[in-house]
């Protein structure tokens, strides 16, 4: 796998911007602080966790994810965009962990796991 920087800003190297995964979806309404050292609430806020494989900084708030990156996801003719706030411990690198309300925009939360497709992009 090829990463992408974008411009000279080497922060971004490690972030594989544009590059589509084929992968899974779930959802999660926790409250407190993200990874990004930022206080979220993924029951009201529209955001997604990562796996710990795209995070590259001994100090995740200092993390090139936590600096203007969000995820497109694709789901059944749907597409969003949401930012990257937290870290989901539990996920493969092609899993991702939608909030409840981002989730609720692609699918019913009764599905619980939904395959996306799913992309870094520069917010």
Request: net charge neutral; hydrophobic share 40%.
């Given at each position: 796998?090829?990463?992408?920087?974008?411009?000279?800003d080497q922060a971004?190297?490690?972030?594989?911007?544009?590059?589509?995964?084929?992968?899974?979806?779930?959802?999660?309404?926790?409250?407190?602080?993200?990874?990004?050292?930022?206080?979220?609430?993924?029951?009201?806020?529209?955001?997604?966790?990562?796996?710990?494989?795209?995070?590259?900084?001994?100090?995740?708030?200092?993390?090139?994810?936590?600096?203007?990156?969000s995820v497109q996801?694709?789901?059944?003719?749907?597409?969003?965009?949401?930012?990257?706030?937290?870290?989901?411990?539990?996920?493969?690198?092609?899993?991702?962990?939608?909030?409840?309300?981002?989730?609720?925009?692609?699918?019913?939360?009764?599905l619980g796991v939904?395959?996306?497709?799913?992309?870094?992009?520069?917010?």
């Amino acid at each position: 796998m090829t990463m992408a920087a974008l411009g000279t800003d080497q922060a971004y190297a490690a972030v594989p911007i544009g590059q589509p995964v084929s992968g899974t979806a779930t959802w999660y309404n926790d409250a407190g602080y993200g990874a990004c050292g930022t206080p979220i609430d993924a029951s009201s806020q529209i955001l997604v966790a990562v796996s710990p494989s795209y995070w590259t900084s001994a100090n995740p708030n200092l993390d090139p994810l936590c600096s203007g990156i969000s995820v497109q996801v694709s789901y059944n003719g749907r597409t969003i965009t949401v930012p990257v706030r937290d870290k989901c411990w539990s996920c493969a690198p092609g899993h991702i962990d939608l909030s409840a309300p981002a989730f609720r925009s692609l699918a019913a939360p009764d599905l619980g796991v939904i395959p996306v497709t799913w992309k870094f992009v520069r917010s």
